[in-house]
């Protein structure tokens, strides 16, 4: 069973926005913090965002910054992505992940214990 579920993707013209969700399935478990990652054809995955919960400190690429926001709920192991302004290059699939040994390299994704299947996201200009 994949213990973290990813929603939201589809198919935006570039200018767009999206809300990606990402909820824990089954599984109970205890997260420091989530994250965002995508990978595109042919490319290797890459960070894309991530919150910390004791803190309640986010951080993000220097692609992605103000134009995507991430926010959660750490109880519910539960986060989001709010993607605006959106352009093609944004276009992979996305992967939402739980860092349960509280990391201190957050853009790894090797420093990540759980992950979702991924949801799609398609920009065409």
């Known amino acids: 069973q994949v213990p973290l579920v990813e929603s939201g993707g589809g198919l935006v013209q570039a200018g767009g926005s999206l809300r990606l969700s990402c909820a824990a399935s089954?599984?109970?478990?205890?997260?420091?913090?989530m994250g965002w990652f995508r990978q595109a054809p042919g490319k290797e995955r890459e960070f894309v965002a991530a919150?910390?919960?004791?803190?309640?400190?986010?951080y993000y690429a220097d692609s992605v910054k103000g134009r995507f926001t991430i926010s959660g709920d750490g109880p519910r192991n539960a986060v989001y992505l709010q993607m605006n302004l959106l352009k093609p290059v944004d276009t992979a699939v996305y992967y939402c992940?739980?860092?349960?040994?509280?990391?201190?390299?957050?853009?790894?994704?090797?420093?990540?214990?759980?992950w979702g299947q991924g949801t799609q996201v398609t920009v065409v200009s």
């Open positions: 992940a739980a860092d349960l040994h509280a990391s201190s390299i957050l853009e790894y994704p090797a420093e990540y214990a759980l």
């Open positions: 089954g599984r109970t478990f205890s997260s420091y913090g």
């Open positions: 919150i910390r919960w004791s803190v309640g400190s986010t």
